[in-house]
């Protein structure tokens, strides 16, 4: 079946400006994460949705960073007046969700942003 | 204290021997564990997943859980040039779906 799907696949950016990055879970998936990966850095933890749950955003490095889940599905990543330290893989993962079960997470192809 | 600790490598092994990756974690109470494997340029994909002590195989590969010294192994049989990746360890404080820590991964060279 289809993975997680990710849009765009890069994205070059001037310092100041808005993105959205838009995460599609794999279908019937109800938990959904934000994770970003830097340049010879681990995978940071952004943000979490599970179901109709209010978000875990306790990994957001600043309020400049916002995330959506809409129908339960797919996810916006906004990131308001991009810095450069903001460059870096923008991971997206989701997984069965099912609560008080064994969870595994599947991640898409991630969008590349760099911000000049 | 980092929370998951990983060799940063790389680690250069020979085709056909067997690769030995290791990861430790702070949290006692974390709950499951497991290796992702990156290629140059691409996202994490599942290897392995382990919740109790003891070793899991599956195929080439066999993931080993250690609860009580916080530790957690991967090691690769018969290691081909294909597997010349970074090797993430990841670890969930919870059984269920909560975010992952991850280690920030050991490179591995498999030379043919």
């Known amino acids: 079946g289809a993975g997680v799907s990710q849009s765009p696949s890069n994205k070059v950016t001037e310092k100041g400006k808005d993105v959205e990055l838009r995460c599609d879970p794999i279908s019937g998936h109800t938990a959904l994460y934000w994770y970003r990966q830097s340049l010879g850095q681990g995978l940071e933890f952004l943000i979490y949705?599970?179901?109709?749950?209010?978000?875990?955003k306790s990994g957001l490095p600043s309020d400049r960073f916002s995330a959506e889940r809409t129908g339960g599905s797919v996810s916006t990543l906004t990131i308001q007046r991009t810095q450069q330290e903001d460059s870096a893989v923008y991971l997206c993962?989701?997984?069965?969700?099912?609560?008080?079960?064994?969870?595994?997470?599947?991640f898409g192809p991630g969008t590349r942003l760099t911000v000049l | 204290q980092k929370e998951v600790e990983q060799n940063s490598g790389p680690l250069s092994v020979p085709e056909g021997a067997i690769a030995s990756l290791n990861c430790t974690y702070s949290d006692r109470g974390s709950q499951s564990f497991f290796w992702y494997r990156q290629y140059s340029g691409k996202s994490p994909e599942l290897i392995m997943f382990?919740?109790?002590?003891g070793d899991k195989e599956d195929g080439r590969f066999t993931a080993q859980l250690n609860k009580a010294s916080q530790y957690v192994s991967l090691l690769i049989r018969d290691s081909q040039p294909s597997d010349s990746a970074t090797y993430l360890c990841?670890?969930?404080?919870?059984?269920?779906?909560?975010?992952?820590?991850f280690g920030k991964g050991t490179r591995l060279s498999v030379i043919a």
């Open positions: 382990i919740y109790s002590n």
């Open positions: 993962a989701s997984s069965p969700g099912v609560r008080g079960r064994r969870d595994t997470q599947y």
């Open positions: 949705f599970q179901g109709n749950s209010a978000p875990d």
């Open positions: 990841a670890v969930n404080r919870n059984s269920g779906n909560t975010p992952l820590v």
